[in-house]
C-alpha cells in the first residue's frame, strides 16, 4: 500500500481539467518554464546590451569618421587657399612685369620721338646752312663750269655772266682751275 500512497505524492491533480500529471513532470514543466523565461530575459538583456553597446560603436566610429573628414576638408581647404594665394601672387607678378613693360614701350617710343624730333632739326638746320651757302657767286661759278663742259670757250662763258676781258682774267683763272678739278 506504500506504493500507493507513494504514487500519490508523486502525482498532482490538473485544476483546470482534473487530469491528473505526475509531481516531476508538473515540476520539470515550471522549472523549464522559468528557465526558459530567465533564459528570454537574459537573452533580451544580451541583444539590448549588444545594440546599445553597437549603437555606442556606430557613433563612435561616425564621429572619428566625421572628424577625420573635417580634418581632410580642412587641409584640402588650406591647399586650395594656398593655391589661390600663389595664383594671385603670379598675377600681381605678371601684371607688375606688364606695366614695366609698359612703361619702357612708353619710354622707348618716347626716345624714338625725341631722336626722330632731333635728326628733323639736325636735317632742317644743315638745309638751312646749304641754302645759306648757296649764294649767287657758288651759283654763278657753277654755271661756269657746267658751260666750260659742255664745251663752251670760257670767253664767250665769261661775257654771259656779265665780265669784260680785262676783269675776267682772274676769273678766268679761277674757272679753269674749277673746271679742271671737276673734269
Known amino acids: 500500500m506504500m506504493k500507493q500512497q507513494d504514487k500519490n505524492f508523486d502525482e498532482v491533480e490538473c485544476p483546470e481539467c482534473g487530469h491528473i500529471i505526475p509531481i516531476s513532470e508538473a515540476l520539470r514543466h515550471q ?39 573635417e580634418e581632410s576638408v580642412f587641409i584640402r581647404m588650406r ?20 606695366l614695366e613693360l609698359l612703361k619702357k614701350t612708353r619710354e622707348l617710343e618716347e626716345k624714338e620721338r625725341n631722336i626722330k624730333l632731333e635728326a628733323t632739326r639736325e636735317i632742317n638746320s644743315q638745309k638751312a646752312e646749304l641754302q645759306k651757302k648757296v649764294t649767287a657767286g657758288i651759283l654763278r661759278d657753277t654755271f661756269v663750269v657746267r658751260c666750260m663742259k659742255r664745251g663752251e670757250a670760257i670767253e664767250n662763258v665769261l661775257i654771259k655772266i656779265g665780265l669784260s676781258a680785262a676783269t675776267g682774267e682772274d676769273a678766268k683763272e679761277k674757272y679753269l682751275k674749277l673746271a679742271g678739278r671737276a673734269i
Not at 523549464?32 to 553597437?54: H, M, P
Not at 564621429?63 to 573628414?69: G, I, L
Open 79 to 98: 591647399d586650395m587657399e594656398a593655391e589661390i594665394q600663389e595664383t594671385k601672387e603670379k598675377l600681381r607678378e605678371s601684371e607688375k612685369a606688364e
Open 31 to 69: 522549472l523549464t518554464k522559468a528557465l526558459n523565461e530567465g533564459i528570454e530575459q537574459r537573452v533580451k538583456r544580451a541583444q539590448k546590451e549588444s545594440e546599445e553597446k553597437l549603437e555606442k560603436e556606430r557613433a563612435k566610429i561616425a564621429t572619428e569618421a566625421k572628424k577625420q573628414a
